[in-house]
């Protein structure tokens, strides 16, 4: 971590489970921020999730602080309360009456510490669904992302938990504005992230094309294409690699790498949309000259000319990737009682830096319960 990071001195007090909210405290953690988790005394139950969900405690956990409190007896509560005393944000993702039925509600936060950021991780803004349970499957198939992702009758839910993480992603993004608005003015704020808008905003390229055209987009598997070549092919090998040409310039780049001169010459391909239109018969055309041809020479040709092009990888590929494991891109956790892992930090830099906490490892069930705790209780 650089010094002076944005965040360094703010305390995050983090009260959820899942992605969307512990993606939230990551950002702020990775941003220097010291983000403590609140854990009830079994633990979060993400750290026992197998086969798919087994990644999501570790991803998102990193460099925090873990402080058991059960909350159901009054000195958990008690301790609760101290340790927000001493907080500039809040993130939580419990139901509104669950919270406010232990008094921690965001209004009850607000009215005795007016200086706090309270972070909420919901599946819906307040309105007619507020008190639905949602999950990122649940959202995609609300908004039509399913719908646009999978061919006609068959929606399809996107391959990561993408809404959950970019709903965490938008909670940080809310926090950090309000965390400089209390710079002017001392006040804190409620902050409220739903899922659904979230899944909402990443499809409304698609409403908005109904709400000006009046015409619906078809699914992604069956779209309507905008480029003369947009698609996906073997090479001699029987590798996939997805290539494109989205330019009139391009598209000679291509056609004389593949040594098409037929296509290239032909008077009735030499703009974008006779290209586009052609595809039924240019596009069996490319993919027979590309099977022809070994991937490794492509990707060379495709990288030299800057055609757009990419092998189909699998994610546990990336390991593997030299562009991956460039200095930064990569970074390493210890895992109690699991395996040492390394995962992705923030996709951006500062002066050539990726911003990183202090430590990326995972903490041990209420590994900083006493030391955090006899702090609070000797300032009581």
């Known amino acids: 971590m650089r010094k002076n990071s944005p965040l360094d001195g703010m305390r995050v007090v983090e009260m959820s489970h899942m992605i969307m909210g512990p993606s939230c405290g990551m950002f702020l953690g990775f941003l220097g921020a010291e983000v403590i988790k609140v854990e009830p005394p079994e633990g979060d139950k ?49 139901r509104d009456a669950s919270l406010a039925r232990m008094g921690f509600s965001p209004d009850q936060l607000r009215a005795r510490f007016p200086g706090l950021v309270v972070a909420s991780c919901k599946g819906f803004l307040h309105g007619p669904y507020e008190n639905r349970t949602a999950m990122d499957e649940v959202v995609q198939m609300m908004t039509g992302m399913a719908y646009m992702t999978g061919p006609t009758g068959r929606p399809l839910r996107i391959g990561s938990s993408a809404n959950d993480i970019m709903g965490g992603l938008f909670c940080a993004f809310g926090v950090l504005g309000e ?6 003015t001392g006040e804190g704020a409620n902050v409220r992230t739903g899922l659904f808008e979230n899944c909402l905003l990443l499809v409304a390229q698609h409403m908005v094309q109904y709400e ?25 090998e029987g590798r996939q ?6 330019t009139e310039g391009q598209w000679g780049q291509l056609c004389r790498l593949l040594e098409l001169r037929g ?18 018969r240019t596009l069996p055309v490319v993919a027979d000259a590309i099977r022809m041809r070994a991937f490794d020479d492509l ?3 495709f990288e030299e000319t800057g055609i757009p092009f990419s092998p189909i990888a699998r994610p546990a590929e990336m390991y593997d990737d030299p562009h991956v494991n460039r200095p930064g891109g990569l970074m390493t956790s210890h895992y109690p009682d699991k395996k ?8 951006y830099t500062v002066d050539g830096v990726t911003p990183c906490p202090v430590s990326l490892d995972l903490p041990s069930i209420g590994q900083h319960t006493e030391d955090v705790l006899s702090r609070l209780r000797e300032g009581a």
Not at 83 to 92: G, I, N, P, W
Not at 214 to 219: D, F, L, R
């Open 46 to 94: 993400t750290r026992n999730l197998t086969g798919m969900g087994s990644g999501f405690f570790p991803t998102f956990n990193r460099g925090k602080k873990s402080v058991v409190l059960d909350l159901g007896t009054e000195g958990g509560r008690a301790d609760l309360e101290r340790l927000l005393r001493t907080a500039d944000v809040f993130v939580e993702n419990f």
């Open 179 to 184: 965390l400089l608005h209390r710079e002017k």
């Open 212 to 236: 000006i055209e009046g015409v619906e987009s078809p699914p992604m598997p069956e779209r309507v294409f905008s480029w003369p070549v947009y698609d996906i092919f073997e090479t001699r």
């Open 241 to 246: 690699i997805f290539v494109g040409a989205v």
């Open 263 to 280: 296509l290239l010459d032909d008077p009735t391909l030499q703009t974008r949309p006779q290209q586009i239109a052609a595809r039924d």
């Open 299 to 301: 990707v060379a040709a």
């Open 340 to 347: 040492d892992f390394r995962a992705p930090g923030l996709p």
